[in-house]
């Protein structure tokens, strides 16, 4: 219960202000403090899931760091179809370990290995030196149809993209393969016989990387703009010139350019960019802090891993060349050629470089300086295949893929993103790139134009963010149940002490009411104003307000010991009609003196029954009923009090008192008239003590009171 003091002058207005701000004073601070818990879990989930971004994100380096192992270690002479083996004074040609078919792959996706001389010359270790009979060197003609329409493709590929220049006589031999087959008709071809180049799609297709909506299929144009001027290396040179290849300004351009040229209106969509990523403030910024910390440790992650070993180098090499005019002349016996020579040189190797084509593939390619002239070799990858093989392996199997995306982005244009939920989609305008960034990081040279952009689309909570969701609800509801029984603690006690203040009040009228009288008929005696013949009279009247007065405060006392303490009965088990006659005696003289009648109704079966009471407490209970009744019906019409008994059905006995008077509301236990309720009260009292009930009917007129006691076995 709340304290006297604090409740003391409040109403239930005022009390509600107060257990509000109270209230607010506590719960806003938890609040804040639950807020920082929440904030920090998610700070802590955050650093989490970016941990296993950094170690997906470093398997991935540590692949293609072997990978590019493997192709950079090829020699000058592997991208020739016929290489020296052993001692090249023994004059032993065997093929090159890239002329294999299905094709080599040192990297996933690989489509091809190609070369280009200073003229622009293309050839690739698929095919044997033009005018070489292949039937000699172990290939058939099925073979070496697919071997060429292979060739064709990469040679048709790079020159779509303006690294070479076409080549319609390409692999010539005998009469075969005069006409270069259509890709889509090649590519079947190879599928079907189990190509190196599985599955790839032809450059243009609909199932090339996001980058391909700048391919524009330009076989026929791009090549007469190639013919058309001096061809140059320098091209290759220019493919990670911001303004060139790789660039998707310049993809833009030259795509416009072509359609201009081949009156196309065709325009190729604009690749989505990674500044277009709506990157959360907050968790960039943590982003940002824990990136500043990798770069103090020793390692950014806009540093990428560079593989070990990538720098220029020089190789002496022994290649097969032909001899004279006998180039025609197919050697019979690769390990005793004819009409080929040994020639043993010194080339200076630059390491590979990477770019992206305006067709979508990957591109790998370095510069071999032989005899004061360039060339350029490289590897022609799907870029699609590659993705698949060496990213999103890694991605897919780990706890990212169920809540985040992986964005694969080349410089500043998205090509791809992964979804370990939907697989893989390509990045578009329409595609809503809303995201929160968790982790970005360049791949390892030759790859640093690409990079991996993990971005979260939810963040799970981790096993603490429950623990404080349960204590926030258990908090919650301990706060809201603990306020409102305040506050009807709090309406309680001020009910309670509005209730009190009345009952001093009314107790202090009542006892003024017969202190006045009996003073006032005292002095009147006193002074000898009255008359022998009303002498007598005033002294009953002094006589009845003294009885009133004791019965008054032996009322307020045993309500006092009644509330405070429990009360000690003297409980026996008696016949209603002895408890009846024992008290009729004393009630007949109230109802009288008081001016009323009194009727009496008593059945047999009630009389008989026993019932256990306190028969001092009993008798109170009756007179205090009927002194409630004398006093709200003076005014009555019919001066009548009626006390009868009754048997119920359930075998209980019900003793009523009933006036004629104005009757007493259903929900009060006191009438609108003067008086404290102090009788009643100890009505109620003493019948539940003595497992009893009490209940109040409007007779109409009059008032009621009924009270039951169970029947004793």
């Given at each position: 219960m709340l304290p006297r003091r604090l409740i003391r002058g409040h109403d239930t207005k005022r009390l509600r202000y107060f257990l509000a701000a109270l209230f607010l004073a506590l719960a806003v601070p938890t609040a804040v403090l639950i807020w920082q818990a929440y904030g920090q879990l998610k700070w802590e989930a955050f650093h989490h899931y970016r941990t296993i971004a950094e170690d997906v994100t470093g398997r991935i380096d540590a692949r293609l760091?072997?990978?590019?192992?493997?192709?950079?270690?090829?020699?000058?002479?592997?991208?020739?179809?016929?290489?020296?083996?052993?001692?090249?004074?023994?004059?032993?040609?065997?093929r090159s370990p890239l002329s294999q078919y299905p094709v080599q792959r040192d990297l996933p996706g690989v489509i091809g290995y190609f070369q280009v001389d200073a003229e622009g010359s293309f050839s690739t270790p698929l095919l044997p030196p033009d005018g070489t009979?292949?039937?000699?060197?172990?290939?058939?003609?099925?073979?070496?149809?697919?071997?060429?329409?292979?060739?064709?493709?990469?040679?048709?590929?790079?020159?779509?993209n303006r690294l070479v220049r076409p080549r319609p006589d390409l692999g010539r031999w005998r009469n075969l393969a005069a006409a270069p087959a259509p890709l889509e008709e090649s590519d079947a071809g190879r599928n079907e016989a189990g190509s190196g180049a599985e599955q790839r799609a032809a450059p243009g297709s609909s199932e090339s990387v996001a980058a391909a909506p700048n391919v524009s299929s330009r076989s026929g144009a791009s090549a007469a703009i190639v013919d058309r001027d001096a061809y140059s290396q320098r091209i290759f040179d220019e493919l990670n010139e911001p303004s060139t290849g790789g660039g998707d300004f310049a993809r833009q351009r030259e795509a416009e350019?072509?359609?201009?040229?081949?009156?196309?209106?065709?325009?190729?969509?604009?690749?989505?960019?990674?500044?277009?990523?709506?990157?959360?403030?907050?968790?960039?910024?943590?982003?940002?802090?824990?990136?500043?910390?990798?770069?103090?440790?020793?390692?950014?992650?806009?540093?990428?891993?560079?593989?070990v070993g990538r720098v220029k180098r020089k190789e002496q090499i022994a290649l097969p060349e032909p001899v004279g005019g006998a180039a025609s002349e197919a050697p019979t016996n690769i390990a005793g050629p004819v009409g080929l020579r040994i020639s043993t040189f010194e080339s200076e190797i630059d390491p590979f470089e990477f770019s992206l084509l305006d067709s979508g593939h990957f591109v790998l390619f370095r510069r071999v300086w032989r005899d004061d002239e360039r060339y350029i070799q490289g590897v022609l990858v799907d870029a699609k295949r590659f993705?698949?093989?060496?990213?999103?392996?890694?991605?897919?199997?780990?706890?990212?893929?169920?809540?985040?995306?992986?964005?694969?982005?080349?410089?500043?244009?998205?090509?791809?993103t992964f979804d370990g939920r939907a697989g893989a989609s390509y990045a578009s305008l329409a595609e809503g790139l809303d995201r929160t960034l968790l982790y970005r990081s360049r791949l390892p040279a030759p790859m640093t134009s690409l990079q991996l952009?993990?971005?979260?689309?939810?963040?799970?909570?981790?096993?603490?963010?429950?623990?404080?969701?349960?204590?926030?609800?258990?908090?919650?509801?301990?706060?809201?149940?603990?306020?409102?029984?305040?506050?009807?603690?709090g309406v309680r006690q001020i009910e309670l002490a509005r209730q009190e203040q009345d009952f001093v009040?009314?107790?202090?009228?009542?006892?003024?009411?017969?202190?006045?009288?009996?003073?006032m008929y005292g002095e009147m005696l006193k002074e000898g104003w009255v008359s022998e013949e009303k002498r007598q009279s005033y002294y009953q009247f002094i006589h009845d307000e003294s009885e009133r007065l004791s019965r008054l405060i032996s009322n307020v006392l045993q309500l006092a010991r009644l509330t405070r303490a429990d009360p000690q009965f003297d409980m026996k088990s008696i016949r209603v009609g002895d408890l009846m006659r024992g008290i009729e005696s004393k009630i007949t003289g109230q109802v009288e003196h008081a001016g009323f009648e009194l009727r009496l109704h008593r059945s047999d079966e009630a009389d008989g029954t026993v019932i256990r009471v306190d028969e001092d407490c009993f008798a109170q209970i009756l007179i205090n009923l009927i002194d409630n009744a004398i006093k709200f019906s003076k005014g009555a019409a019919t001066r009548m009090i009626e006390v009868s008994s009754k048997r119920l059905s359930?075998?209980?006995?019900?003793?009523?008192?009933?006036?004629?008077?104005?009757?007493?509301?259903?929900?009060q236990l006191t009438r609108e008239t003067v008086g404290t309720g102090i009788?009643?009260?100890?009505?109620?009292?003493?019948?539940?003590?003595m497992n009893g009930s009490v209940e109040l009917i409007n007779a109409e007129p009059g008032a009621e009171f009924r009270i039951t006691f169970p029947a004793s076995d």
């Open positions: 760091v072997d990978l590019m192992h493997s192709v950079d270690a090829r020699s000058f002479a592997d991208y020739a179809f016929l290489v020296v083996s052993g001692d090249p004074s023994a004059n032993l040609v065997q009979d292949a039937g000699s060197l172990g290939i058939g003609e099925a073979e070496y149809t697919e071997r060429l329409q292979l060739a064709q493709e990469i040679q048709q590929v790079l020159a779509d350019e072509l359609a201009d040229q081949t009156g196309s209106d065709a325009r190729p969509a604009r690749a989505s960019k990674v500044s277009g990523l709506d990157i959360d403030a907050d968790l960039q910024k943590s982003s940002e802090r824990v990136a500043r910390q990798d770069t103090f440790e020793g390692r950014s992650n806009d540093d990428p891993i560079d593989a993705m698949d093989d060496v990213i999103r392996a890694q991605f897919v199997d780990t706890a990212l893929a169920t809540m985040s995306s992986l964005v694969v982005a080349y410089e500043d244009d998205v090509i791809r952009i993990f971005t979260l689309e939810s963040l799970p909570p981790g096993p603490g963010a429950r623990v404080v969701s349960w204590a926030t609800l258990v908090l919650a509801i301990v706060f809201v149940a603990g306020f409102v029984t305040l506050y009807q603690l009040s009314a107790v202090s009228h009542e006892l003024r009411t017969p202190l006045t009288s009996i003073r359930d075998g209980r006995v019900s003793i009523a008192v009933r006036d004629f008077g104005p009757g007493i509301p259903k929900d009788g009643l009260a100890i009505v109620h009292q003493l019948t539940t003590a």
